[in-house]
């Protein structure tokens, strides 16, 4: 499978953004996906995953409440909605897919991985 991601961008604090990863390749509704994300100099961490029929979601507790994670069967597309933006959201985000495995938020999980799309969210 080969990820795409996209919809980054420059956004103001309380501000709104939606990333997109496309897939290619191999069935890509039969896998989860996750998006994580990485700032300047910290590890790469869990924000949002969403399960292969889309019936289950799971988020990080510091996006809760404000981030939504969707995919669109037919457009082979999962989406992360992210409202309310923090300056403390901005990193580099990336998504990813996962075959099999338990842990939604375990990155090692995951199988393949998009290019990133950065986000930057001034205060």
């Known amino acids: 499978v080969q990820l795409q991601a996209s919809g980054g961008g420059l956004v103001q604090t309380g501000g709104s953004l939606r990333l997109s990863c496309s897939a290619s390749?191999?069935?890509?509704?039969?896998?989860?996906e996750g998006w994580f994300r990485q700032a300047p100099g910290k590890e790469r961490e869990f924000v949002a995953a969403?399960?292969?029929?889309?019936?289950?979601?799971y988020y990080a507790d510091s996006v809760k409440g404000r981030f939504t994670i969707s995919r669109d069967f037919a457009k082979n597309t999962v989406y992360l909605q992210m409202n309310s933006l923090k300056p403390e959201d901005t990193a580099v985000y990336y998504c990813?897919?996962?075959?099999?495995?338990?842990?939604?938020?375990?990155?090692?999980?995951?199988?393949?991985w998009g290019q990133g799309t950065e986000v930057t969210v001034s205060s």
């Open positions: 390749g191999r069935a890509f509704n039969n896998y989860a």
């Open positions: 969403i399960s292969w029929s889309g019936d289950f979601t």
């Open positions: 990813a897919v996962k075959y099999g495995g338990s842990s939604y938020s375990d990155s090692k999980q995951y199988n393949s």
